[in-house]
């Protein structure tokens, strides 16, 4: 420690000098505290890790993770913690070439702009609700830097911006424009990056037209443009069919394949699809989503070639009322929902339909469609998924179109393998149905259905086997009845057939009944012909009393009974709701 000063306090000067002797042995108490501190820190055992260490550990923050509070990149506050960090993350530019023009004050791009030096830079803004000032910093910035721009995604209203970009982007490999200002569409400028971005292989544009002639597609690995259904004002203008092909075909890396709306279209008096006069190979494409009018499908898929395609994804728009032009479509989509790239064959499908909508999913997978139990989850299996075919009518179709359709994607798809199968929300299918696909679900293991499907399928098990034939879907060993009402008649109806399955050899094996509503009852008498019953949690005690009025059998039910048994056995009441209508098909258990 430095000597105490002792000096004569009488006179202004002496104070004067006093103060000035205290304020530096201040300044040197500061600095050993920190020199002291910084000694501590360095017997610390994280501080022992090198340098390159730390850049490893810093560099796992997400690149575009922003705290809404304080408004700045987590990688700052690493700069706060301690010198020896600071001076890490400061020193190596690769961890600042992200710049979020939305979240990031001016000055503080400049300061990360700075710290990244040349290297090759992720950008993105959402330009929402900005001044004219805004716009013009970042477009001057943009063009400053977009020689070594690598990612670069913008979104809102910035077509000014993009006529400005006429200088080559020579490092540019990702590029997403968005939009989201419809009904009104934006072009692509021709003379967009003065046509050279030779790494350029990913592109996302949605709401723009684009020229397909553009130096934007040639080399891409993935592309994705979609255009909302029914812009107008000025409407986007499809594709001319050759144009949209000589682009295709500059594409021959291309692995992934998006198109909403963004594909040539059949003109209103072509009835059907023709061979086409010519074809584009995609050898390398393994993933294919379209969304059109069906017709409008059916031509792209018509004039491609895709021999490695993996997941095929098809949601065609009807516009005919009794779904002929989606027909039209099923042979195109058969003809790569599966094929001999596919290492392993299809094991899982699900249906759900509704009047006007219908979707079909396939997995090369076992038991894939268990795990989606509703209509929201449906959603979590398109990643895994072969094939989805989600068709929709623009307005309502006949009564029955849904089960057309699925009956028609059905007869092209190879079923022979298939061991596991789902009939969700409110897919009403016929005994016929099942009769005529029975034979080629052989292997079918387990069914799992809501209310809507039971019927015809119970009336297809019980239909004798052909002579010295198996019985219908002789594998199948289980059945997982979703949400259905297990009234007495309808639980002797199942009994009976479950009966019948056991003296034909074919036993069912397990019943799951959980999101069920029955009694102990029901339970018991079903038990009697299979092997394991697994019933609802919460057993039936009072209510309906068609639940309660065990007569002893089918038999002794008189005709009126059966009658508005089988009319009403798909959408019968809700014993959870009051006896009200349960058609509703909710995930958690209750109605339906």
């Not at 006529?163 to 200002?181: G, R």
């Not at 099923?330 to 599966?338: N, W």
Request: proline residues 8%.
């Amino acid at each position: 420690m430095s000597p105490v000063i002792v000096m004569n306090t009488n006179s202004l000067a002496a104070r004067q000098r006093l103060r000035r002797a205290i304020d530096d042995q201040l300044k040197a108490l500061e600095e050993f505290s920190r020199t002291s501190r910084t000694r501590r820190n360095t017997l610390i055992p994280i501080s022992q890790l090198p340098p390159e260490t730390l850049i490893l550990i810093f560099s796992i923050l997400p690149p575009f993770a922003c705290d809404e509070k304080v408004s700045y990149l987590p990688l700052i506050r690493v700069t706060h913690v301690c010198r020896q960090w600071r001076e890490i993350a400061l020193t190596y530019p690769r961890l600042w070439i992200y710049i979020d023009f939305t979240k990031l004050t001016p000055a503080g791009i400049t300061g990360i702009l700075a710290r990244a030096k040349t290297l090759p830079l992720r950008l993105e803004a959402k330009i929402v609700d900005w001044s004219e000032e805004q716009v013009d910093d970042f477009e001057s910035r943009l063009k400053a830097h977009i020689s070594h721009t690598r990612h670069l995604s913008i979104s809102g209203d910035f077509h000014n911006v993009l006529e400005q970009l006429v200088s080559p982007a020579h490092s540019l490999e990702f590029l997403s424009l968005t939009n989201p200002y419809f009904p009104f569409g934006s072009f692509i400028p021709d003379s967009i990056f003065n046509n050279t971005v030779p790494k350029l292989k990913c592109l996302e544009l949605c709401g723009f037209n684009v020229n397909w002639k553009s130096s934007l597609f040639k080399g891409l690995q993935t592309l994705q443009i979609l255009i909302p259904s029914g812009i107008q004002n000025p409407p986007i203008e499809p594709p001319k069919l050759d144009d949209w092909l000589d682009g295709l075909s500059e594409m021959r890396q291309l692995k992934s394949l998006i198109c909403y709306f963004a594909t040539p279209v059949v003109p209103d008096n072509v009835q059907f699809i023709s061979e086409p006069r010519r074809t584009v190979r995609l050898p390398f494409l393994t993933q294919f989503k379209i969304s059109a009018s069906a017709k409008d499908c059916a031509l792209a898929l018509a004039h491609l070639v895709l021999p490695a395609l993996t997941s095929l994804h098809v949601a065609p728009e009807s516009h005919c009322q009794d779904g002929e032009d989606v027909r039209l479509i099923i042979p195109f989509v058969a003809r790569y929902a599966y094929g001999p790239q596919d290492t392993a064959p299809l094991q899982s499908i699900l249906f759900s339909s509704e009047l006007w909508h219908t979707r079909i999913l396939t997995w090369t997978l076992p038991d894939a469609d268990v795990e989606l139990p509703g209509p929201i989850t449906v959603l979590s299996g398109t990643f895994s998924a072969r094939l989805i075919f989600s068709a929709s009518g623009v307005g309502w179709w006949s009564t029955g179109t849904d089960v057309i359709l699925i009956d028609a994607m059905l007869t092209h798809l190879p079923l022979d393998s298939i061991s596991t199968l789902t009939a969700q929300n409110h897919t009403r299918l016929s005994k016929e149905f099942w009769l005529s696909h029975s034979p080629r679900l052989a292997t079918l293991r387990r069914a799992r259905l809501v209310p809507t499907a039971v019927k015809a399928i119970r009336d297809m098990l019980n239909e004798d086997p052909p002579p010295n034939g198996p019985p219908q879907l002789p594998r199948l060993t289980k059945l997982i009845l979703v949400n259905f009402s297990l009234t007495a008649l309808r639980t002797y109806y199942l009994r009976d057939t479950f009966a019948k399955r056991r003296e034909q050899g074919a036993p069912l094996e397990d019943l799951d009944l959980r999101t069920c509503a029955a009694t102990g009852r029901a339970v018991e008498l079903l038990a009697e012909t299979v092997g394991s019953v697994q019933g609802p949690a919460k057993m039936l005690e009072t209510g309906d009393p068609a639940f309660f009025n065990w007569k002893g059998g089918v038999d002794f039910f008189d005709e009126e009974e059966k009658h508005t048994d089988k009319d009403g056995y798909d959408t019968g009441p809700d014993p959870w709701n009051g006896g009200t209508d349960g058609s509703e098909n909710r995930e958690d258990g209750r109605g339906g």
